[in-house]
């Protein structure tokens, strides 16, 4: 199924540009180019005719609320509201050049016809005839083919339809605005003249034309013939003019823009109102200014400061001719001075003088033939009166910018900025103002009500006595007046205003050009010409030749612009033009400048456009190149139509409209009409006031709360609401007063059964409420008692527990005393008490004799000398038998060693020496660590060791362990990294986690074995003093570590209370010291680095004095810790000598 899209754009949900566009290119790949923005009309151009406008009939009393978008649609609803209201209604059509406003206009002027028709019962008239054929016999002198359109109007047109009260088409009136006179002298290059000239020189190339004969044109004259058809040279290419664009069509035009031929033209001025004389004796003034553009100047012979003819003389004659002049030299040639008191006095003019003087004479005698013909079509359309209301087409020129911007542009543009304004005046300023007076609040709020104000601009144009047309006046009365010093004072007139740009912020030249920022972009004006076209108007003894004219249509259009130049006749009231418009002299400058006469209009123009209602038409260029170029791509550019649509503020109209209220209705005027016809089926309601009367009608016509709002003197409606209430005004008293009455009853019963209905809701309502918070209560309720039940099992959980460990403690304690006793009975029964206590001495004395010795081999032979000899020793260990150790006990120690590797046996004796002086140190200082299990530990002291641990506190349940482990990151373990955890028991995830690398594990690898002294992979309780008492020597000579410190350090470092620390505990303590909690077993991970701890890695961190340690919830991670460095020299060895005690275990 086609996608379509929505005809209004305020129904989008999601409301952005970018929807707007989307939702416009949908439609317009459907060939749907209406869409409805509220009450205004968007058309996007085809480019081509479509089969939509065959069907009039279908819009006929069909309200804008329910009809499909479309052109049709907009000029039904200006009729319908004329025909309810009373009051003139103005559709202003408005876009880019080549968006398609004159196809609209025709399009529009077709359907109030056909409506105007349908209304009186009457067939087609001659005046609706008139009206559909005025369009293009104004086309041909008025449009033109420009860069981006080849049917450009280069004028303003508004025209008033007026309707009588039938219903049926009275009159019509064409009143035309700013025809850009100085195309038919110049025009740009790639555009062309307006379509008239190029039909005339169509019509005398046809063969057996009587025009080349009547008009003395040549017979296969072509448009490069003729000076004033040939566009203006490019920058830089000469002075001589290039030849035109190719020709398009038979006329040099395109296959739509009307009529095709000079016979057509005719006729259709025919049928507009001109006669045949008329219409004949304008096209020999069309002549005659070609011809006059073919007249050349030279300087005079003789080097005199005059002028003359070179070559053309022909056409001069051709165009005397024409005009009926004796003799048209002395017009092109010299100016003449009438000084009061003093003879005329004659001047010669130089050949640039006389080229203008021969432009100004063409472009007056083209702006009169195109108002004579306005004023003979307005003729034949009914008159001029104006008494009956009317509905207004205005098609005005669009926003151009182009290469070259001249003071034609800045009108155009000018004036599409006051239309901007009224738009912004009606559609936004209006509708805040409105809400504000009565009370109501802006819909949508504050995003809804921005929009963009360019009155700003308006007044920068037009504001007295420093705006732009005010300036240029001043320039055109001042007696040295050139473009260079207009430009200027506007650049510093205007320097602080927002829309107008600084000269140095574009780097030209101030006196050249001046750039204006408008609502549809920023555009360039070029100020060459600007004092002259301003100023442009006909000599007086030109406009007094041309009065005695010897043809009539020349005298009687000299005639006729005179009248309008004074106002003194009525037809200038509606005309087209207002005083002094059509270029003839009267007056002061600057009281005739065009741009005085053009604001004069335009304020003319728009006071009639707000005196009635006002209807906006947006045509927009869908391909953003105008109608030539789009016609041949027909694409969609999202970005120029987005372009246009933000300029003319058509974004900020769907944002206000989507929340708006569309219709409006004064309580004063529903009160009058439908209190009669409401007062028979309810009395009561004559008693209530206006406002209360219209809220009570919105009752009875079913208007929901959210499609109204009631002001302080009117209603507001939308939607639904707006249409049902739009329909019920539109119909006669006759057919309302049956569906008043109904609704009327309606609304009673419904009143009553309210009153009815109020206690039963009421205690429904109450029931309900009470229900809801019973439902609520019980399960609260039941969501407590859980909680107590869970908070009981819990209790009785850990009770449980408490009672199973302490049943564990006994059968442990049992099995220890048992175990105890029977090692006890199986020693007494199988050994010799004798026999052991001998070995055992043997082997106390053996150990001492290593230990005097400091290493080596063990020499039995020494042991039996040093036996039988005396010893100077005051504590030698003596055997239980008091005989001393000699060769008698050789045997005995043989035998003892018997079976043994001497090498492991002096590694053995190596870490008995060790760990024996490590225990004597502990001892000296009061330290009883818990040791390996060994062959001095008896049974009965590992049962008591055991008890001790279960009389422990229950924190001892609670296990942590530390471990190193490969990483889960592969690139970690490829460079061979490890992870060091601390897990906990209970809990799956590490509580303490860090990364070492080969070089940290290396290094502390390193210093482990140093500190581990008897090489038994653990380090004791007393070799962790001795290493203790070597680091704080090192710190202080004088400073020593008290036992009980060094032993709480060693308890918080072996994180699982097995008694030793391993390697894992070790590099834990080496980064971070564990702290564990006042008489509890378990360590609590509290992080900080201890002194020792920094010494072990040469400076692995760093701690502030007087810092807290930080619970390990809070610091899981040594983020603090640099990475371990190297030990410092010595420190291994220091430890070593210490542990030691010479050079026996020493590694370096």
Not at 158 to 165: D, N, P
Not at 923 to 932: E, I, K
Request: glycine share 8%; hydrophobic share 45%; net charge positive.
């Amino acid at each position: 199924m086609l996608r379509v899209g929505l005809a209004d754009a305020t129904q989008i949900l999601k409301l952005t540009d970018e929807a707007v566009v989307d939702n416009l290119r949908v439609r317009y790949e459907a060939d749907e180019i209406h869409t409805f923005v509220g009450s205004m009309l968007l058309i996007l151009n085809p480019y081509r005719l479509l089969p939509i406008y065959d069907s009039l009939e279908k819009y006929r009393d069909v309200r804008l609320a329910r009809a499909q978008p479309h052109v049709f649609a907009m000029a039904e609803e200006a009729y319908l509201c004329l025909r309810r209201d009373g009051v003139s209604q103005s559709l202003v059509i408005s876009g880019e050049s080549g968006a398609g406003k004159t196809e609209s206009t025709k399009l529009l002027v077709r359907y109030v016809a056909f409506r105007a028709r349908a209304a009186a019962g009457a067939p087609a008239s001659a005046l609706s005839e008139s009206l559909v054929r005025s369009n293009p016999s104004l086309e041909a002198f008025g449009n033109a083919s420009t860069t981006r359109n080849a049917n450009s109007s280069r004028f303003a047109k508004f025209t008033r339809l007026h309707v009588g009260a039938d219903g049926g088409l009275q009159r019509a009136v064409v009143v035309t605005y700013l025809l850009e006179r100085s195309r038919v002298t110049l025009h740009a290059h790639g555009e062309r003249n307006f379509h008239i000239f190029y039909l005339l020189l169509h019509a005398a190339a046809q063969p057996g034309s009587p025009w080349p004969a009547a008009l003395e044109l040549p017979a296969a004259a072509a448009p490069a013939d003729f000076f004033y058809l040939r566009p203006a040279p490019l920058a830089g290419a000469g002075s001589g003019r290039s030849p035109p664009p190719p020709a398009v069509g038979a006329a040099g035009r395109s296959a739509d823009a009307g009529p095709t031929d000079l016979a057509t033209t005719l006729a259709v001025l025919h049928a507009a109102g001109v006669s045949a004389a008329d219409a004949s004796a304008v096209i020999a003034v069309v002549a005659a200014i070609l011809h006059l553009g073919q007249a050349a100047f030279a300087p005079a012979a003789g080097g005199s400061d005059g002028a003359a003819l070179c070559g053309g003389g022909a056409t001069v004659d051709a165009a005397r001719k024409l005009l009926g002049l004796a003799d048209l030299r002395p017009l092109l040639l010299e100016r003449r001075l009438s000084v009061p008191g003093a003879d005329e006095l004659v001047i010669q003019l130089t050949p640039q003088q006389c080229a203008g003087a021969r432009d100004a004479l063409s472009r007056a005698l083209y702006e009169l033939c195109f108002a004579f013909l306005v004023r003979a079509i307005n003729r034949g359309l009914g008159g001029l009166v104006d008494d009956a209301p009317f509905i207004g087409l205005l098609d005005v020129f669009g926003f151009e910018n182009f290469g070259t911007n001249s003071f034609e542009q800045l009108c155009i543009n000018y004036a599409n900025e006051r239309l901007q304004q009224l738009l912004v005046e009606r559609l936004f300023k209006a509708e805040l103002k409105l809400y504000t007076v009565e009370g109501v609040p802006v819909p949508g709020g504050a995003a809804a009500a921005s929009f963009a104000d360019n009155l700003g601009c308006v007044e920068m144009f037009s504001a007295s006595p420093s705006g732009i047309f005010r300036l240029l006046d001043s320039q055109c009365i001042s007696p040295q007046a050139t473009d260079a010093k207009f430009i200027c004072s506007v650049n510093m007139t205007h320097s602080t205003s927002p829309f107008l740009r600084p000269p140095g912020a574009r780097g030209v030249a101030s006196s050249d050009t001046f750039i204006v920022k408008h609502y549809a972009g920023e555009v360039t004006y070029s100020g060459a010409g600007f004092v002259l076209k301003n100023a442009d108007s006909l000599d007086s003894h030109c406009a007094l030749a041309l009065g005695n004219s010897s043809v009539p249509f020349v005298k009687a259009l000299i005639e006729f612009g005179q009248q309008l130049a004074a106002g003194a006749a009525k037809a200038g009231k509606h005309g087209a033009r207002r005083a002094g418009g059509l270029g003839l002299s009267g007056g002061s400058a600057s009281a005739s400048s065009l741009g005085r006469r053009f604001i004069g209009e335009l304020d003319t123009l728009v006071k009639a456009l707000s005196a009635g209602g006002c209807h906006f038409v947006r045509c927009v260029a869908p391909s953003g190149s105008g109608g030539i170029a789009g016609a041949a791509l027909r694409s969609f550019d999202a970005g120029a139509v987005a372009r246009q649509l933000r300029a003319d503020g058509t974004f900020d109209a769907v944002r206000m409209l989507k929340h708006g209220y569309p219709v409006r209705v004064p309580f004063a005027q529903l009160h009058a009409r439908f209190l009669p016809l409401l007062a028979s089926a309810s009395p009561q309601v004559e008693q209530l006031e206006p406002s209360q009367f219209g809220e009570l009608l919105a009752a009875v016509v079913g208007v929901k709360p959210a499609d109204c709002a009631l002001g302080s003197t009117r209603i507001f409606l939308r939607g639904a609401a707006a249409i049902a209430f739009d329909e019920l005004r539109a119909k006669d008293t006759a057919e309302v007063l049956p569906i008043l009455t109904a609704k009327m009853a309606e609304w009673e019963a419904k009143r009553r059964a309210a009153k009815q209905l109020a206690p039963r809701l009421l205690g429904w309502h109450v029931r309900v409420l009470f229900q809801k918070k019973r439902r609520s209560a019980v399960a609260l309720q039941a969501r407590a008692r859980g909680m107590h039940s869970r908070v009981r099992a819990m209790e009785l959980q850990r009770a449980r527990q408490a009672e199973r460990l302490a049943v564990r403690r006994t059968e442990k304690a049992q099995a220890a005393a048992a175990a105890a006793t029977t090692a006890r009975a199986r020693r007494r029964s199988t050994v010799d008490p004798q026999q052991e206590r001998v070995a055992s001495a043997a082997l106390g004395e053996l150990a001492e004799y290593v230990r005097a010795q400091q290493g080596g081999a063990i020499d039995f032979d020494r042991i039996t000398e040093a036996g039988s000899q005396p010893s100077t020793r005051t504590a030698t260990p003596r055997a239980p038998d008091g005989l001393a150790f000699g060769r008698a006990r050789e045997a005995a120690v043989r035998q003892t060693l018997a079976n043994r590797d001497y090498a492991m046996l002096e590694n053995e004796m190596r870490t008995l020496v060790a760990r024996q002086r490590a225990e004597d140190a502990a001892a000296q200082a009061g330290l009883t660590p818990r040791s390996h299990t060994n062959a001095y530990l008896t049974a009965e002291q590992r049962a008591r060791a055991a008890l001790s641990e279960l009389d422990d506190d229950d924190d001892a349940l609670i296990q942590r362990h530390a471990l190193l482990r490969p990483p889960t990151s592969w690139i970690a373990a490829k460079a061979g990294s490890l992870e060091l955890i601390v897990l906990e028991e209970g809990s799956a995830l590490p509580v303490y986690r860090r990364m070492l690398k080969r070089e940290e594990i290396s290094r502390l690898r390193f210093v482990f074995d140093e500190w581990d002294m008897d090489h038994d992979g653990t380090v004791s309780l007393s070799e962790f003093f001795v290493v203790m008492q070597l680091l704080a020597g090192k710190a202080s000579k004088t400073r020593t570590m008290h036992a009980s410190s060094v032993e709480d350090m060693f308890n918080v470092a072996d994180v699982n209370g097995d008694g030793y620390l391993d390697f894992s505990e070790f590099v834990l303590f080496s980064f971070g010291e564990l702290t564990r909690s006042a008489g509890s077993k378990a360590s609590s991970l509290v992080l900080h680095t201890s002194a020792a701890a920094r010494l072990i890695g040469g400076g692995v961190g760093k701690t502030q004095p007087g810092a807290k340690p930080v619970p390990a919830a809070k610091a899981l991670t040594p983020a603090k810790h640099a990475p371990p460095s190297k030990p410092a020299p010595g420190v291994a060895t220091a430890k070593v000598q210490v542990a030691s005690g010479g050079g026996f275990l020493s590694r370096k």
